[in-house]
Antibody, heavy 120, light 108 residues
Framework: QVQLVQSGAEVKKPGASVKVSCKAS????????INWVRQAPGQGLEWMGW????????KSAQNVQDRVTMTTDTSTSTAYMELRSLRSDDTAVYYC?????????????WGQGTMVTVSS | DMQMTQSPSSLSASVGDRVTITCRAS??????LNWYQQKPGKAPNLLIH???SLESGVPSRFSGRGSGTDFTLTISSLQPEDFATYYC??????????FGQGTKVEIK
């Protein structure tokens, strides 16, 4: 069974960047996508972006596409999400999740979440 | 852009009650509809994919129905561990997804 373990909490100043990691274990790191979902305090779930583990194709939500970069390192089975030019409204818990239930692509496995706080 | 609208935003119910949550898509999504449960401080957990396929280990009191634009999640007999927030999600436009705003199920 795949498990996703994310990096620890971060505190950043406005304008800085943050890079969150998501390490997969327990299964082959291939043939699915890694998604990034965030949740601001007391708010709902917001899909941010997707990266294919197989070919590194990406797709991002319009509201972050100019500031987000998603990558993978297949040698370590790790996915990364970097968000630049941080603002206070980027304060949220960031989750990674796999979408292995083709063709319906539901998010079947989730990381534990990484709290990113943006504050001066 | 695809919009997903859940109703109600919150509800209060008692243990043993039958609870139904509705999710409406702004366009036809066939059965590309998934449901998640999230408890405070935890990551979401997939309950149902493809509108009605129950995930392994999810109690049979949970069920999903619908196709096209209108979907429901029903809990046939609410249990104490079911008090949580529930989200629908469309995957018709994968690799771009949209969540509903969530429905918080609280204890009456």
């Amino acid at each position: 069974q795949v498990q996703l373990v994310q990096s620890g909490a971060e505190v950043k100043k406005p304008g800085a960047s943050v890079k969150v990691s998501c390490k997969a274990s327990g299964d082959t790191f291939s043939s699915y996508g890694i998604n990034w979902v965030r949740q601001a305090p007391g708010q709902g779930l917001e899909w941010m972006g997707w990266i294919s583990v197989d070919n590194s194709n990406t797709k991002s939500a319009q509201n972050v596409q100019d500031r987000v970069t998603m990558t993978t390192d297949t040698s370590t089975s790790t996915a990364y999400m970097e968000l630049r030019s941080l603002r206070s409204d980027d304060t949220a818990v960031y989750y990674c999740a796999t979408d292995r239930l083709a063709p319906f692509d539901a998010f079947d496995i989730w990381g534990q979440g990484t709290m990113v706080t943006v504050s001066s | 852009d695809m919009q997903m609208t859940q109703s109600p935003s919150s509800l209060s119910a008692s243990v043993g009650d039958r609870v139904t949550i509705t999710c409406r898509a702004s366009q036809n999504i066939s059965t590309y509809l998934n449901w998640y449960q999230q408890k405070p401080g935890k990551a979401p957990n997939l309950l149902i994919h493809a509108a009605s396929s129950l995930e392994s280990g999810v109690p049979s009191r949970f069920s999903g129905r619908g196709s096209g634009t209108d979907f429901t999640l029903t809990i046939s007999s609410l249990q104490p561990e079911d008090f949580a927030t529930y989200y629908c999600q469309q995957s018709y436009t994968s690799p771009s997804w949209t969540f509903g705003q969530g429905t918080k199920v609280e204890i009456k």
